[in-house]
T-cell receptor
Framework: DQQVKQNSPSLSVQEGRISILNCDYT??????FLWYKKYPAEGPTFLIS?????DKNEDGRFTVFLNKSAKHLSLHIVPSQPGDSAVYFC???????????FGTGTRLQVFP | KAGVTQTPRYLIKTRGQQVTLSCSPI?????VSWYQQTPGQGLQFLFE???????NKGNFPGRFSGRQFSNSRSEMNVSTLELGDSALYLC????????????FGEGSRLTVL
């Protein structure tokens, strides 16, 4: 039972344009939703998060939107840069714990 | 500030052997969690320790175990290794505020032959 799903394994975007990464979840008890970025041969790096009581959180070029009724969240990167090319993981947590449920990741490629 | 340090970075074992992986969290972080990353299953939660107590455990067989020491350093052990245990094992630390913001190490890549 995959509670967090990323249905797009890959995404290719031109530099300067918007990148939109999507994530769906099934557990309505999740408290936090997060995005992590991972480069090859490195551990994941925290990017941005959103509490379940909010619907939007913005940090520079990165914005996460949460639609609780649809159990859907998305990450917008504007403008996209070649250095953003990495695998992006959506994750969720529930309760007083650091246990994260991860999606399978979306590989973003930003080309010049 | 030093990041999360995992040792060893790479190791090769044979079926039936056991392995111990080590993790040193960021100074001041009291929570350490472990994840397994494989191409087929993605990132899967193994266990979480906070102040030397296991706070949560993932859906892995009893061959997988861990512990945390009083200095917050953590170890995980896998006994009776199977081919399917080949994976990248990632350790992450946090202050323990349960916001999900974790700091990951670079991982220990285990190959079981």
């Amino acid at each position: 039972d995959q509670q967090v799903k990323q249905n797009s394994p890959s995404l290719s975007v031109q530099e300067g344009r918007i990148s939109i990464l999507n994530c769906d979840y099934t557990n309505s008890m999740f408290d936090y939703f997060l995005w992590y970025k991972k480069y090859p041969a490195e551990g994941p790096t925290f990017l941005i998060s959103i509490s379940s009581i909010k619907d939007k959180n913005e940090d520079g070029r990165f914005t996460v939107f949460l639609n609780k009724s649809a159990k859907h969240l998305s990450l917008h990167i504007v403008p996209s840069q070649p250095g953003d090319s990495a695998v992006y993981f959506c994750a969720a947590s529930e309760g007083n714990t650091d246990k994260l449920i991860f999606g399978t990741g979306t590989r973003l490629q930003v080309f010049p | 500030k030093a990041g999360v340090t995992q040792t060893p970075r790479y190791l090769i074992k044979t079926r039936g052997q056991q392995v111990t992986l080590s993790c040193s969290p960021i100074s001041g972080h009291r929570s350490v969690s472990w994840y397994q990353q494989t191409p087929g299953q993605g990132l899967q939660f193994l266990f979480e320790y906070f102040s030397e107590t296991q706070r949560n455990k993932g859906n892995f067989p009893g061959r997988f175990s861990g512990r945390q020491f009083s200095n917050s350093r953590s170890e995980m052990n896998v006994s009776t290794l199977e081919l399917g245990d080949s994976a990248l094992y990632l350790c992450a630390s946090s202050l323990g505020g349960a916001t999900g913001e974790l700091f990951f190490g670079e991982g220990s890549r285990l190959t079981v032959l």
